[in-house]
């Protein structure tokens, strides 16, 4: 990237940052949850027409693709793609900022209002500066990245990688843990695999006094739990990443009743997917053998979710040099590996991708709670970085 192009992303990135802000201050106040989001789609359709950008509506069922051309000829077999989610988390707001979510137990908890933003800002910064493009960038604003199976996968069955064909992807995430002004990057396998396990669990209630006369499911269930903690510390190879864990056990029973069912709800996580198939064999069979041992039974769905992420070595070594050239090398990092998992992945099972960290945090003013929490909140100065490196990931 030559000293003039860099000068011109940082010149408009600041030019248009109060507006952007109000994008996001906007999106913000009116969060949607996942394929729902028909209000943003149509905020998002309305910018681009104010730029003259031309693009798709209602791709995915609630996403948005939009195509920026060079003035003179490009290959248009290689497209490059720019992501950002759209959807809202299931949280009631607790930031009291002037902008706060207008909509009960809905919240942009995730940062995705922040992405929507900076895509559309750097939309405007690459429109203007198209006469730089080598190839036509795809821009695409997704749904449902926070719910199975992922908006990723409606997107590409509806096309999204064709007609131009996208060879490359690029997306930013807010990065809580990480000061303003810096971004961080993982060559390689980056996080996981994520599959979502239910298992119900079915016995015999009755007096708590007579349990000799019940099949009691609270105990099943505390076996299974206990019992599975072994597929990951005795059945998987220590060098594979994995994690199996239940955030959710409900037994409406009480003090003198043994209830007729249970439910656990939990997540597994890996980074190998020979292992991922084999590990929710094992899953399945112990729950059922365990069950059976105490007289009940269990049923178990597995809702197979996003695979792991990997970030191809060459596309994430462009980004973090344009990333080193526009901020300094002292504000680029290199990340651990996640076992958060990210619907992109889908994205990098068919074109190379790189998948960023944008660094949101800011202690002195109190910005310092994670993602997924009811007062995350950003440094808007993010916002500016987020659009100087989405648009300088794609101008010369």
Known sequence: MNHKMKQLIIQKSEEIFEKIRGYREYIHANPELSYEEHETMAFISEKLDELGIDHTTRVGKTGIV????????????????????????????????SFASKKDGIMHACGHDVHTSILLGSAEIIYENRNKLNSPV??????????NPGGATYMINDGVMKNPVVKKLHALHVFPDMEVGKVGFKEGIYMASCDEVYLTIHGKGGHGATPHQCIDPILIGANIITSMQTIVSRKCDPKIPCVLSFGHFEALGATNIIPSTAHLKGTFRTMNEEWRADALDFIKATAEDIAKSFGGTVTVEISKGYPFLENDPVVTSEVRERAIELLGADKVEELPIRLTAEDFSFYSQIAPVCFFRLGVRNEAKGITYGVHHPKFNIDDESLKIGMQMMSSSVLL
């Open 138 to 147: 795809k821009l695409i604003f997704q749904p449902g990245e926070e719910k």
């Open 66 to 97: 939009a195509v920026i051309r060079g003035d003179h000829h490009t290959k248009e077999d290689h497209a490059i793609g720019l992501r950002a989610d759209m959807d809202a988390l299931p949280i009631l707001e607790e930031t009291n900022l």
